[in-house]
Nanobody
Framework: EVQLVESGGGLVQAGGSLRLSCAFS????????IGWFRQAPGKEREGVSC????????YYLDSVKGRFTISTDNAKNTMYLQMHNLKPEDTAVYYC????????????????WGQGTQVTVSS
């Protein structure tokens, strides 16, 4: 059974930084990639970033390139999203999930989501 636990969100001012964590179980990066999605109020969930085993071939949504960095710690079954220079438009609930990570984005996830972690960026 896939389990996903996100943490690290909070309230920051524009220009600030946060580091999100995702503790995952029920799958390994040998068989799946993993990524971050986010959902802002009134908007559809979108894929933000994803990565393959051994931190290979990361993908980033254009609007976060150069500001966000994704990484994994395979020994801890944990994924991270380091976010710098946050903008109000980054405000959303952030979720992690197994996915298929390609150069064009994240594949859909149809399993059970975690509770997410709220990121709020004030202007």
């Amino acid at each position: 059974e896939v389990q996903l636990v996100e943490s690290g969100g909070g309230l920051v001012q524009a220009g600030g930084s946060l580091r999100l964590s995702c503790a995952f179980s029920g799958f390994t990066l040998d068989g799946m990639h993993i990524g971050w999605f986010r959902q802002a109020p009134g908007k559809e969930r979108e894929g933000v970033s994803c990565i393959k085993k051994n931190n290979k071939d990361p993908y980033y949504l254009d609007s976060v390139k150069g500001r966000f960095t994704i990484s994994t710690d395979n020994a801890k079954n944990t994924m991270y999203l380091q976010m710098h220079n946050l903008k109000p438009e980054d405000t959303a609930v952030y979720y992690c999930a197994p996915t298929i990570c390609t150069e064009t984005g994240l594949g859909s996830y149809h399993g059970s989501w975690g509770q997410g972690t709220q990121v709020t960026v004030s202007s």
